[in-house]
């Protein structure tokens, strides 16, 4: 029989949740944070110009689907989101509801993330509480990871696979459909690792 306490593979699940002390967020974990927010935004960014596009091409079909693909799993992600803060016995605030009803709480999460860390980051604030700090900066990177995986498979893979079949269909591939669809991959790419 092997060892569980001696091999960290096989350690039970409730040690590996505890928090190493000395880890910290760096420049680089708020490079990779802002960078990931950047490109949530420009993926509904370019979904919308796409949409607008289909539509002033003469496309309205194809116009309706992108935006409907587009606004239908933000809705639904915004919800869940929501619904997590209660969970967690969050007291949901007016800007935090406001964001969620402007269909923005990823960002307000990502914001949070980005206070968090930047206050962690500065030892004297979180000398008495960094187990607790780090703790939640972790619950709050990991709710934002699992947000945007439902974001990616509701959202990112039947966007993708409707452009792929607009541009079979009509025949043309706008440029901002080539930014769009690449952004979308990305997305999906990164949401299965």
């Known amino acids: 029989m092997a060892n569980f306490n001696q091999n960290p593979v096989l350690a039970p699940a409730n040690n590996a949740c505890k928090p ?51 606004i239908l799993p933000s809705i639904l992600t915004q919800c869940i989101s929501l619904r997590w803060h209660q969970l967690d016995q969050t007291a949901i605030s007016l800007p935090m509801a406001f964001s969620h009803v402007l269909l923005l709480g990823i960002v307000h999460r990502y914001a949070a993330i980005l206070n968090l860390g930047v206050r962690k980051s500065q030892k004297k604030v979180f000398q008495a509480n960094n187990q607790q700090a780090l703790q939640l900066l972790c619950h709050y990177q990991s709710d934002v990871c699992l947000l945007r995986l439902f974001e990616s498979f509701l959202e990112s893979a039947p966007q993708l696979l409707l452009q792929l079949y607009a541009h079979i269909a009509t025949g043309y591939l706008y440029d901002i459909q080539r930014m769009s669809g690449c952004l979308e991959g990305d997305f999906l790419r990164m949401s299965l690792k």
């Open 20 to 70: 190493n002390p000395s880890v910290k967020y760096t420049l680089c974990d708020g490079v990779v944070t802002v960078l990931s927010l950047v490109l949530y935004v420009a993926d509904i960014v370019t979904d919308i110009i796409l949409g607008v596009k289909y539509i002033n091409a003469g496309y309205f079909e194809w116009g309706t689907l992108t935006l409907m693909l587009c």
